[in-house]
């Protein structure tokens, strides 16, 4: 090993307590350049630095778990700390500070390649549900009544999905709820299994991911959908929808189903469809008395 390479080892060591703040992409990586403590030149050295670390702490049997270093989000943190950014101690702070608050991935010993988009998409989902949550929260009183008007759109959120998922056939349920919000598309997923006794396993932190975003639809009123896979041993999969209207879910029928699958949604190109999969009307819900939420603003 050059002596090069060592102290760039032993600068990253120096940084680590446990979590890796891992700069995922070129863009990032060129706004921490700015910091003459930052002694990295370029963004594949780096990378292959990083992985080589975590192999060794993986060998020593020491676990250790990535966080999204994020330039910008860092600058904010150290002016409201009144720190230096242009040191490794402040960097170390920060990443302390990802590994309690922010979306970790463990690294698993695998190609740091694997994992990067693992992260990414943990970071958007994280940033998603904290964007629907605080737009919720927002949204204050009912004029008329006085109801906390993002709770009751969360109450009713949930019970539509529970709805959604007792009257789903048995399997493994893939559910992707989208919100047109603005500025962008807001996409929540969730996945969930039946289980023999005929409860339903998932995770709670996607189920509340989840219902946030179907919440913020109902509350504000704004167009959206949901989408819902069924994968089952022996059977064909099957594919339902329903569209989001007011605080209702309408079902789409099997050719509407067929369309907005079978169709790209950045161009507006047909997309073949998948072999072995069923696009059907969704089981109705029933008419389980749903809290509405009673605003009409």
């Known amino acids: 090993m050059s002596t090069d390479q060592r102290t760039m080892r032993r600068a990253l060591r120096r940084e680590i307590a ?17 910091y003459r403590s930052f002694t990295f030149d370029d963004h594949t050295t780096y990378l292959r630095q990083v992985e080589a670390l975590l192999k060794t702490r993986a060998a020593e049997g020491t676990h250790t778990s990535l966080a999204l270093f994020d330039p910008q989000d860092y600058a904010t943190f150290c002016t409201d700390h009144d720190l230096d950014p242009d040191t490794p101690q402040t960097r170390s702070r920060y990443t302390a500070e990802l590994a309690a608050t922010g979306p970790l991935v463990e690294y698993d010993g695998g190609p740091l390649t694997d994992l990067v988009p693992t992260l990414v998409d943990e970071a958007i989902r994280r940033a998603t549900w904290e964007y629907a949550a605080t737009l919720l929260a927002r949204l204050g009183t009912c004029a008329s009544c006085g109801e906390d008007i993002g709770r009751a759109a969360f109450t009713r959120a949930s019970a539509l999905l529970t709805r959604v998922l007792d009257t789903a056939p048995p399997g493994h349920r893939h559910l992707v709820c989208s919100v047109s919000a603005a500025p962008e598309t807001l996409i929540a997923v969730l996945h969930a299994e039946s289980v023999p006794d ?63 699958y079978c169709t790209d949604a950045e161009s507006g190109d047909l997309i073949a469809p998948e072999p072995d999969v069923d696009y059907c009307a969704p089981p109705d819900l029933g008419d389980d008395p749903l809290p509405p939420t009673g605003h009409h603003h």
């Open 198 to 260: 005929g409860t339903t396993r998932l995770d709670e932190t996607e189920a509340l991911e989840f219902t946030t975003v179907l919440a913020l639809g109902i509350a504000t009123q704004t167009p959206g959908g949901l989408v819902l896979r069924v994968t089952a041993p022996d059977t064909r999969d099957r594919v339902h929808g329903w569209r989001l209207r007011g605080e209702d879910l309408q079902p789409l029928t099997a050719a509407e189903v067929f369309d907005a």
């Open 18 to 34: 446990g979590t890796i703040g891992l700069l995922t992409d070129e863009h990032d990586f060129r706004a921490m350049r700015r």
